[in-house]
């Protein structure tokens, strides 16, 4: 389901189903209310203080726009930024913006493509008419086609060369004049292939007649677009809720009951602000400016009010009933990540969870660069406060809806894959690279690996190795002079913390599952057990869990505990005679050379280690452990020492022989406990997590 109004459709039917639902329980459990109410004792609870369920419920929807930087660093930051805030909080879309006469058609197509395909999520590409001949347009529809975009945003574009603004009557200057016709040639050239939006303006194009005449035909037009085969319309941004509201209200009348999309634009400065909406001509309440005019030159304080402000005009927006029907936004956010993340949090729909597992309580920012939360206060369950350092608030922040443990590709030949091995799970770009070519994708099950049908995994010139910056950024992340091995620990364990934001295996901070251990993986890593990769396990609990929840309403979900390290000969040893000792865990260990260790396992055997259990559904096994898909990852991770570290220092030299030694002579082992039941919801603390703490413990004490 690539085009984005099919996906607006089905997010309508979910929260209809929901509402019959919510309905139907409110009814039947009418009648308790009032014993319920009632205490042992006989006194009575008060309902005022009860928590409310998020604003946004799963019909509700959000998107994002970016647009292409103009040089290579700026482009690898973007692109970084993309995939973290697409995983972390879920967008229904992205929209990549398109320069004048398509100044920036390579860039854009590399965003849009890289967005499509590695960050998972539907892009919505901009496309406009200004300078370019039909057949420039075909081609770049072809290319969009062809790099798994579904959806065109049609749009006339920016004013034509040696004009500052459009004016009444003018055209575009090349073949298609308006977006009215761009729309008509993309139906035309593709049929339905592409899901087409167009822009709305609530208060009016700057080429339109002015007053209730140009209103009027500005309503005329925007219907003709959506006659020729537009399927939705984003709005252009504003602050007045009441301006947009009675846009839609027109929009309403004379027919046009297709999705609109309110643009949402967070207040980054005060300065900005005003330059901007005076640009665009875009009218700001007399309330707004006065929120932020006596803060005007703190730009920290004015982004905090601002997101209030904008959060505030989203909930009266969604309030406003069947009357305008609207169900999603928006956000404008000029490749920056921190206010959309704030709004969405307000609205209920993403979670931010502390590095040690809780949900914050406080948000208090120190810093003022962009990528950072700065300094956060966490309420304990009973109620103590800590104050911890955090990195970006994407690397926090959880969308409260989730399909799957990983987050789905949105390219169309990988619909229906639903089944990953586990060992990829910090580096999915790598393993999309490694299965591009794939005639089918694992559904319901993994498979024999060793079918003819199964696709190739082994091809090491394939999988995806990222850059990590430049290699003094590299050098800054995993050492400039690492003498012993446990510098080398301490880099682990640093990664483990979020103070290094990431190691050649984990393309992306520490998963918010494993916040809840992360002092103990912190230790491990000290300990000499290099960690790459982890689950904690799960007995059952709802799929709506903040933490742990994927899949929907409804159901349970469950995993098995989960250790993937590099360690030493010696170490490996001891986790030898440590799986021997307890016959619930299996371990799997490969060294450089190929050399294997098998401890507690039958021949064969996929391992299901994920899995949820949903009303009138399949048993669904989304993540999966497959052993010999384990010793092509190996190679893999092997070659990563080398690729992305030992290349950063000098032949010979310490650091170079240190890190060599490592490579060559330490095990790549993974660990699994068969037995997920655990005691309570506590999942901090279990089996294979105490285990190996105490042979580190005892390994130290050596």
Not at 15 to 24: P, Y
Not at 61 to 86: A, V
Request: include cysteine.
């Amino acid at each position: 389901m690539a085009r984005i109004i099919d996906k607006i459709k089905e997010r309508r039917k979910e929260l209809q189903r929901d509402s019959r639902v919510a309905s139907q329980t409110a009814l039947a459990g009418s009648s308790d209310t009032a014993d319920d109410a009632h205490h042992r004792d006989g006194s009575l609870t008060s309902t005022s203080n009860a928590q409310q369920p998020p604003l946004v419920q799963p019909g509700w929807y959000y998107s994002f726009e970016f647009f292409p930087p103009k040089t290579e660093p700026g482009l690898d930051n973007l692109l970084t930024r993309i995939d973290r805030m697409c995983r972390r909080l879920d967008p229904l879309f992205v929209s990549i913006t398109w320069g004048s006469n398509g100044s920036t058609l390579s860039r854009t197509l590399a965003v849009a493509s890289h967005a499509q395909r590695f960050a998972c999520v539907d892009v919505l590409l901009h496309l406009s008419c200004t300078g370019l001949t039909r057949e420039q347009i075909g081609h770049v529809l072809a290319m969009a086609k062809s790099s798994g975009v579904h959806n065109i945003l049609a749009l006339r574009g920016d004013p034509p060369q040696g004009k500052r603004a459009w004016k009444e009557g003018d055209v575009s200057g090349g073949e298609c004049d308006r977006a009215i016709d761009l729309v008509k040639l993309i139906r035309r050239l593709h049929g339905n292939y592409f899901g087409i939006g167009v822009a709305g303006h609530p208060e009016g194009h700057p080429s339109s007649q002015k007053g209730d005449n140009g209103k009027a035909l500005e309503m005329q037009h925007l219907k003709e677009k959506l006659d020729a085969g537009a399927d939705f319309v984003i709005s252009q941004f504003f602050y007045d809720v009441n301006v947009f509201l009675d846009y839609v209200k027109r929009c309403r009348k004379v027919g046009i009951d297709c999705p609109i999309i309110p643009g949402i634009m967070p207040v980054q400065s005060y300065s900005s602000l005003v330059k901007m909406t005076q640009f665009c001509g875009i009218s700001v309440p007399s309330a707004v400016m006065d929120r932020l005019s006596n803060i005007r030159l703190d730009d920290e304080a004015v982004k905090q009010v601002g997101c209030k402000i904008v959060a505030e005009m989203c909930e009266q927006i969604l309030s406003a009933g069947l009357e305008v029907d609207v169900d999603g936004f928006h956000f404008y956010t000029l490749n920056l990540e921190r206010s959309t993340t704030r709004i969405l949090t307000s609205l209920g729909a993403v979670d931010i969870m502390s590095r040690s597992g809780t949900t914050p309580f406080v948000h208090e920012t120190k810093s003022s660069n962009e990528d950072l939360i700065g300094e956060i206060i966490c309420t304990g369950p009973n109620g103590s406060q800590t104050r911890e350092r955090q990195g970006s608030i994407s690397e926090q922040a959880r969308s409260t809806r989730r399909v799957l443990p990983w987050k789905p590709s949105a390219m169309e030949n990988r619909s229906k894959e639903d089944v990953r091995p586990i060992n990829w799970s910090n580096r999915p770009k790598s393993y999309v690279m490694r299965t591009d070519d794939w005639d089918e994708f694992p559904n319901g099950r993994w498979g024999d690996s060793t079918s003819p049908a199964f696709g190739e995994l082994s091809d090491l010139s394939h999988f995806c190795s990222f850059t990590l910056g430049s290699d003094e950024d590299r050098r800054a992340m995993l050492g400039h002079n690492p003498q012993a091995e446990s510098d080398v620990y301490e880099v682990f364990a640093r990664y483990v913390e979020g103070s290094v934001p990431h190691i050649p295996w984990c393309e992306t901070p520490l998963q918010p599952e494993s916040f809840l251990i992360q002092p103990q993986l912190a230790k491990l890593n000290r300990y000499g057990f290099l960690t790459v990769n982890s689950q904690p396990p799960v007995d059952g609990l709802p799929s709506c869990h903040k933490v742990f929840g994927w899949g929907g309403k409804g159901g349970r979900v469950y995993q098995k505990a989960y250790f993937e390290c590099f360690v030493s000969p010696s170490k490996a040893n001891r986790l030898t005679q440590m799986v021997t000792d307890h016959p619930s865990l299996n371990m799997y260990a490969v060294n450089n050379a190929g050399q294997e260790l098998r401890v507690g396992v039958e021949e064969g055997g996929v391992t299901a280690l994920t899995w949820g259990v949903f009303p009138n559904r399949e048993i669904l096994q989304p993540t999966i452990f497959d052993p010999d898909t384990f010793l092509i990852w190996a190679e893999e991770a092997f070659s990563l020492w080398g690729s992305m570290w030992l290349n950063l220092y000098e032949y010979g030299s310490e650091s170079y022989d240190l890190v060599q030694e490592i490579r060559d002579t330490y095990y790549l082992v993974a660990l699994i406990d068969n037995d997920f039941t655990t005691d309570g919801n506590d999942v901090s603390e279990f089996l294979l997590l105490d285990l190996l703490l105490e042979v580190g413990k005892a390994d130290e004490k050596l």
